[in-house]
């Protein structure tokens, strides 16, 4: 991706220098990104990046809100949602209320509410259980920072204990919620019982250990100093550092309703909303995904955010009061219709996910997959700028789609375009080894001979670097381990003797170690040991139905893409390389190892694993 940017405001261009090489911007370059009135090139900026990690898809999700109580223990200045027991607005949902809320269509629940005085923890599991159990394909999104710590002092149990009982119960993922500013004096002025910035951090910390991912919200646009909002920033970037349990940050426009903190009708404005959004992206270089949260952004400056740095506008929510009892405009729910047509006309790709992020629906045509790894990087630099939409989607998650008829083209696992050989067409590109790949990893503590019956994690991304696993084991040292997917959150690896990891993550933990492994075994290697063959982890293809004119166009940006980074490697994947902590040097050592195009010896070894596969008589994935 390569793009000019006319800057108005001069202080702007050496901020631009560091996104653009992917150097981590410092809290003064945040202060400039704020103060600026260059809101175009700010909006541009923020977009690169989000461009650089999603593609052109948008997320969102089909959700309902459950707020279970507005009954609360505390008292924010800020909120107009929660009121005393025994208040004549009181309510308390019973949980045949909330399964009453809930359809099969939807995918995430998201549930906070006020910290109720009397509820008992049984009840609290409870609403996870029954929810599980009457909805099982459906994802919990629940309770915030400030509920965990409450649940940790009312019922006298370490946070820990008390994740791991909603975890055990069905609780999938946490909100980010109850965050507000991290700031001390803003926290004395408007929430002093609520916790402070460090509680908050350690209860995420602790979640993410346990594989629980969440959120992070900001409360911004009432009392707090831009230098606040930054130094909240900076914090959750550096736990992300730490964790990598955050999917996406959310920036909450502050409603004024009746809390007296500022007058009712003064809402953020959209430029300042805009703004928040835009450095929220360009600071937070360690967060997958930025939120414009329609519900208090309203759908007009939602729908801008789009492309100003957010690649996800939440969902259809249903239900929700927090905002709307402090007077927030919008709807209280989106039809899905509404949501795909503002994320169209800002010319996204409407990407329905789960709480994941894994794409369900795609509603768009023309849509290319992008396996999301510093190895795909060479393919896609002129794609961009054409007809073809860029989606980027894990390779196992790539064969579904496909198989559900939801992309045009892409560059699919080799397993997968076996398996769908009747309608994908080859292209003659690849991602292939020569003798190692650095990506496809075996952490183990065991020799191959000592892996027979030992339980293998594999990454749940994977669909032809488990098939070469299995292949090893059963076909060149005739060993039968059990090999078992690794949730798709947080790792945790500790209940495995050994974990195939692939791609960004592989590349990571060989540089870095994965905790509690000594022995790396590179599966391309041992095939290579083996077979004297590369090994073709990838194919391009493109569906057999794609006109012609439009398959030779597809072609031909590939090879000037692939033509343009082959001898370049440095510069093409550097942006991408920073993001994993790679070097430049060792991106593009990395990326030199690898044939792009199929000759003679990929189609020999593409040829000799079908075989083999054939042989173990398994092409269903474990
Ligand atoms: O924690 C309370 C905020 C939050 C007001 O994780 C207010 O995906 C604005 O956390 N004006 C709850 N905000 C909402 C929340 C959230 C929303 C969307 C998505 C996700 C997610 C999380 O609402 C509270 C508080 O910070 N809040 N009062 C108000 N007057
Ligand atoms: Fe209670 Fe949350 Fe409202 Fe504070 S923001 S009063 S904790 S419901």
């Not at 700010?42 to 990690?53: D, E, I, W």
Request: proline share 3%.
């Amino acid at each position: 991706m390569n793009q000019k940017i006319h800057f108005k405001d001069k202080r702007l261009h050496p901020i631009w220098q560091k996104v653009y090489s992917g150097d981590r911007l410092s809290s003064n370059d945040g202060r400039v990104l704020f103060q600026t009135n260059d809101i175009i090139s700010l909006g541009k900026m923020a977009h690169f990046v989000q461009k650089s990690r999603s593609g052109d898809s948008v997320y969102f999700v089909l959700n309902q809100k459950i707020e279970p109580t507005n009954i609360c223990v505390l008292s924010c200045k800020f909120c107009n949602f929660s009121v005393r027991k025994g208040d004549i607005n009181a309510y308390e949902m019973s949980i045949d209320e909330m399964l009453g809320k809930l359809t099969p269509e939807i995918h995430e629940v998201h549930m906070t509410g006020g910290l109720h005085p009397d509820w008992k923890w049984d009840y609290y599991l409870r609403i996870i259980r029954d929810i599980k159990n009457k909805f099982p394909d459906l994802d919990i999104k629940a309770f915030t920072a400030v509920e965990i710590d409450y649940f940790h002092k009312k019922f006298k149990m370490p946070v820990g204990k008390i994740l791991q009982q909603l975890k055990d119960a069905g609780l999938r993922t946490m909100p980010g919620g109850g965050a507000e500013v991290f700031s001390e004096r803003v926290r004395r002025e408007l929430f002093q019982q609520k916790i402070d910035s460090k509680t908050w951090l350690d209860i995420h910390r602790t979640a993410h250990k346990l594989g629980i991912a969440s959120n992070a919200t900001i409360l911004y646009g009432h009392i707090e100093t831009i230098d606040e909002r930054l130094e909240h920033l900076i914090k959750l970037r550096n736990l992300q550092d730490e964790t990598g349990g955050f999917f996406s940050f959310i920036p909450l426009a502050f409603q004024p309703g009746n809390t007296g903190i500022k007058p009712r009708e003064r809402f953020t404005s959209a430029i300042d909303d805009l703004k928040m959004i835009a450095v929220s992206r360009l600071m937070l270089d360690n967060f997958p995904h930025i939120k414009a949260y329609w519900v208090m952004l309203t759908e007009e400056v939602a729908s801008i955010a789009l492309n100003f740095g957010a690649d996800d506008i939440d969902g259809t929510v249903g239900g929700e009061r927090i905002a709307h009892d402090a007077g927030a405009s919008s709807s209280s729910s989106l039809a899905k219709e509404q949501i795909i047509k503002i994320i169209r006309d800002a010319g996204k790709i409407p990407v329905e996910r789960d709480v994941f992020y894994n794409p369900i629906n795609i509603y768009s045509d023309n849509v290319i997959g992008k396996i999301p790894y510093l190895n795909s990087v060479p393919f896609y630099e002129n794609i961009e700028r054409r007809q073809f939409r860029i989606l980027p989607v894990t390779p196992r998650r790539m064969g579904v789609l496909s198989r559900q008829k939801q992309l045009d083209a892409g560059l699919f696992s080799l397993v997968d375009f076996f398996k769908q050989s009747d309608e994908l067409e080859a292209l003659d590109f690849c991602i292939a080894t020569r003798d190692q790949v650095r990506s496809v990893l075996l952490f183990s503590n065991h020799g191959w001979n000592d892996l027979e019956g030992k339980t293998i994690g594999i990454v749940d991304d994977t669909a032809t670097s488990v098939k070469l696993l299995e292949v090893l084991l059963k076909k060149k040292y005739g060993i039968k381990a059990r090999l078992c997917r690794l949730n798709s959150s947080v790792n945790d690896y500790s209940n495995y003797d050994a974990v195939l990891l692939i791609g960004d993550e592989a590349l990571h933990s060989r540089k870095f170690g994965a905790a509690g492994f000594e022995i790396v075994y590179d599966l391309a290697s041992e095939w290579y040991l083996w077979k004297k063959l590369p090994f073709v982890f990838a194919i391009w293809a493109v569906k057999k139905t794609m006109q012609d004119d439009k398959k030779q166009e597809l072609k031909n940006i590939i090879n000037e893409s692939l033509s343009r980074a082959e001898g370049n490697y440095s510069s093409v994947g550097k942006l991408h390389a920073k993001r994993i902590n790679l070097t430049k040097e060792e991106s593009a050592e990395y990326l030199a190892g690898f044939n792009f195009r199929v000759g003679a010896r990929e189609k020999a070894a593409i040829a000799e694993f079908h075989e083999l596969l054939v042989e173990i008589d398994k092409l269903e994935c474990v």
